[in-house]
């Protein structure tokens, strides 16, 4: 039986209500952020903090805790929730009010977390990497607020599942912008690139984080510009998410990356981001 938190409360996940006058419900008024738990581990916290501080000033919002605050109750939501890896969804909305598109005078945000474990990928998929295909990027205007409003992504996304791809990854104006639910890395002669942060693009925290590993260990890695083209010639292809991690695309469009078979900087920024993570995990300030 899992354990969330709602508006201050731990409560069992089955009787965690809402009301349905919540903003979130009614308008989609909200951010939301993903936290992967690694041992124990909130891995990135301080990012992710920031990310969410960043959407919720973005919409006006008032952080409703102190960084203390959502610390605490977040390895107290661990510890309820005993699970070696956890992928922590959390979510502060406008709260309840009358039905208007004009915010409330005095808003009461509404706050929800949730723990659950992470469903890892099968090695498979980072043996042999993954299909996907291009779609035209057709959301709005501001991505990089990481709002709870997922419709136009989550359509995106069904038109790839359909096609029984793993991802859709999204062109605007003939350049690429990022994944339905991932952020794009491509590689070409061996040169890693990644779209420049924009209002189109979600700011990644292992986006920025492969972008740091690769540089730490002088390994060319720039955030430009990358056309339709240089993503349909590209010798590697990538998608990363805080649950992802870093996924191999080894088909585009029915046609293969590359050799078709996860490239040789794929595996080696693979082998830094584990390296990485395992001793950041085990250091005594996790």
């Given at each position: 039986?899992?354990v969330?938190?709602l ?5 069992p ?10 903003r979130?419900f ?15 581990c909130?891995f990135?916290?301080?990012?992710h ?13 008032e952080?409703?805790?102190l960084?203390k ?8 939501l661990?510890a ?11 979510q ?14 005095d808003?009461k ?22 299909s996907?295909i291009?779609l ?5 205007q501001?991505c ?10 989550v359509?995106?996304r069904?038109?790839?599942?359909e ?18 639910a ?10 890693i ?16 984080l ?11 890695c ?6 339709e ?11 990363t ?18 050799d ?5 900087v ?21």
């Open positions: 039986m899992s969330v938190y508006n201050g409360d731990f409560v996940a089955e009787k965690a209500t809402v009301s349905v006058f919540d979130g009614l308008l989609g008024d909200g951010v939301y952020e993903v936290i992967p738990v690694f041992s124990g909130l990135r916290l301080q990012a903090l920031q990310r969410l501080q960043n959407s919720l000033d973005a919409i006006k919002l952080n409703p805790l960084f605050q959502w610390e605490d109750m977040l390895k107290q661990i309820e929730n005993t699970h070696p890896e956890l992928s922590i969804y959390l502060v909305t406008r709260g309840a009010a009358v039905r208007d598109h004009a915010f409330p005078v808003p945000p509404g706050i929800f977390a949730m723990a659950n474990p992470i469903q890892k990928l099968a090695d498979r998929y980072f043996e042999k990497g993954v996907a291009t035209e990027d057709n959301r709005w501001r990089n607020i990481k709002a709870i409003s997922l419709l136009p992504n359509l995106l069904q038109q790839a599942v096609q029984g791809m793993a991802e859709a990854i999204l062109i605007r104006n003939g350049e690429l912008t990022e994944g339905a991932s952020n794009v890395f491509v590689v070409n002669n061996g040169k690139m990644t779209p420049a942060k924009s209002q189109y693009i979600l700011p990644g925290i292992t986006r920025d492969v972008v740091e590993l690769a540089q730490e260990n002088n390994i060319a720039v955030e430009q510009t990358v056309t083209s240089m993503l349909l010639n590209a010798d590697e292809i990538w998608l998410s805080s649950t992802k991690e870093i996924l191999p695309v080894t088909t585009l469009n029915d046609k293969p990356v590359g078709g078979r996860p490239g040789s794929w595996k080696r920024i693979a082998e830094i981001y584990r390296d990485y993570k395992n001793t950041l995990i085990h250091s005594p300030d996790c």
